[in-house]
C-alpha cells in the first residue's frame, strides 16, 4: 500500500503515518518499493516473526499474572 492508502484507515495526519512508516522502514519491520513516484510498503514477515517471537514469554508472563488476579478477584467478590 502506499503510504497515502494507510493513512486513510487512520484518524491521523499523513506526515504521523509516514514519519512511522520510514521508523518501521528503518527497522525492517517494513520494506518498500518505488514504482515511479509513488512508493509501496510492504510487511516484513520474517521481522515480524522475530519480534513476535521475542515478545511471546512477556505475553504468556502478563497473560499467567492477568489470569492470577482475575483468580483473586473473583475469590474476593465471593466474600463480599
Same mark, same amino acid.
Given at each position: 500500500? =502506499?503510504? &497515502?492508502?494507510?493513512?486513510?484507515?487512520?484518524? =491521523?495526519?499523513?506526515?504521523? *503515518?509516514? !514519519?512511522?512508516?520510514?521508523?518501521? =522502514?528503518?527497522?525492517?519491520?517494513? /520494506?518498500?518499493?518505488?514504482? &515511479?513516484?509513488?512508493?509501496?510498503?510492504?510487511?516484513?514477515? /520474517? !521481522?515480524?516473526?522475530? *519480534?513476535?517471537?521475542?515478545?511471546?514469554?512477556?505475553?504468556?508472563?502478563?497473560?499467567?499474572?492477568?489470569?492470577?488476579?482475575?483468580?483473586?478477584? !473473583?475469590?474476593? /467478590?465471593?466474600?463480599?
Amino acid at each position: 500500500m =502506499t503510504a &497515502g492508502a494507510i493513512a486513510a484507515n487512520f484518524d =491521523t495526519a499523513r506526515p504521523t *503515518v509516514s !514519519k512511522h512508516l520510514q521508523i518501521l =522502514t528503518e527497522c525492517e519491520l517494513l /520494506k518498500h518499493e518505488q514504482n &515511479g513516484r509513488e512508493i509501496h510498503y510492504h510487511i516484513n514477515a /520474517k !521481522k515480524m516473526k522475530e *519480534v513476535a517471537d521475542f515478545i511471546e514469554p512477556f505475553r504468556q508472563m502478563w497473560d499467567s499474572r492477568f489470569n492470577k488476579l482475575e483468580s483473586i478477584m !473473583k475469590k474476593y /467478590k465471593t466474600k463480599k
